[in-house]
């Protein structure tokens, strides 16, 4: 059965940090691309970083360059998510979601998909 288990949300104010944790298990890891996606009120759900579990390769959203970083460890399948200088506008539930590579990294793209964590920065 395959689980991808997100946690380390939370409350922060502007400018601090996170990490969340995605723990993943049921499939290969060195098979699949794990990214993770965020969902704000009254907002559709968007990409924000992804990581090859093959490669390592990385991808991220223009709204998060420079201030997020995503890695893996691939001994513990688990993928982080290194969040500085947040914003408000980062506030949203994070869910970590996977695909068989080769994938587009797109919500309609994953296979699987993990409960969400919130984040909520205050201002």
């Known amino acids: 059965e395959v689980q991808l288990q997100a946690s380390g949300g939370g409350l922060v104010q502007a400018g601090g940090s996170l990490r969340l944790s995605c723990a993943a298990s049921?499939?290969?890891?060195?098979?699949?691309?794990i990214g993770w996606f965020r969902q704000a009120p009254g907002k559709e759900r968007e990409g924000v970083s992804c990581?090859?579990?093959?490669?390592?390769?990385?991808y991220y959203a223009d709204s998060v360059k420079g201030r997020f970083t995503i890695s893996s460890d691939n001994a513990k399948n688990t993928v982080y998510l290194q969040m500085n200088s947040l914003k408000s506008e980062d506030t949203a539930v994070y869910y970590c979601?996977?695909?068989?590579?080769?994938?587009?990294?797109?919500?309609?793209?994953?296979?699987?998909w993990g409960k969400g964590t919130q984040v909520t920065v205050s201002s």
């Open positions: 990581i090859s579990g093959s490669d390592g390769s990385t």
């Open positions: 049921g499939f290969t890891f060195d098979d699949y691309a």
């Open positions: 979601a996977a695909a068989k590579i080769p994938t587009y990294y797109n919500v309609a793209s994953m296979e699987y």
